[in-house]
Nanobody, 122 residues
């Protein structure tokens, strides 16, 4: 089970940090990622990290503003979001893949968190 921290509401230009903890499952050998879904839109890839954090990957829309990291000693995943824009608004999901290497495809992820609402006001 993946448990996410609460999201939040910020003004454009602000920052938020999301956290995700895996309970009852060791994900230290798994690629983990963040996805988001805006109203009336499909879920989309945001960022991913390989099993050891050695490789990270970002959607072009968040590159340079978001940073994904993990702490395998805590079975935790993080997403630091800076310079937030209104178009970053949506429900953010953490996910664990069945693979070790970094993945972008939703189909490659096996376990999902419950989602955290992030709202960025203009």
């Amino acid at each position: 089970q993946l448990i996410e921290s609460e999201g939040g509401s910020v003004q454009a230009g602000g920052s938020l940090r999301l956290a995700c903890t895996a309970l009852g499952r060791n994900v230290s050998n798994n690629c983990m990622g963040w996805f988001r879904q805006a109203p009336m839109k499909e879920r989309e890839f945001v960022a991913a990290t390989s099993w050891n954090g050695g490789t990270t990957d970002y959607a072009d829309s968040v590159k340079g503003r978001f940073s994904i990291s993990r702490d395998n000693t805590k079975n935790a995943l993080y997403l630091q979001m800076n310079s937030l824009k209104p178009e970053d608004t949506g429900v953010y999901y953490c996910a664990a893949s069945g693979y070790g290497s970094s993945r972008r495809s939703i189909a490659d992820y096996r376990y999902w968190g419950q989602g955290a609402q992030v709202t960025v006001a203009s």
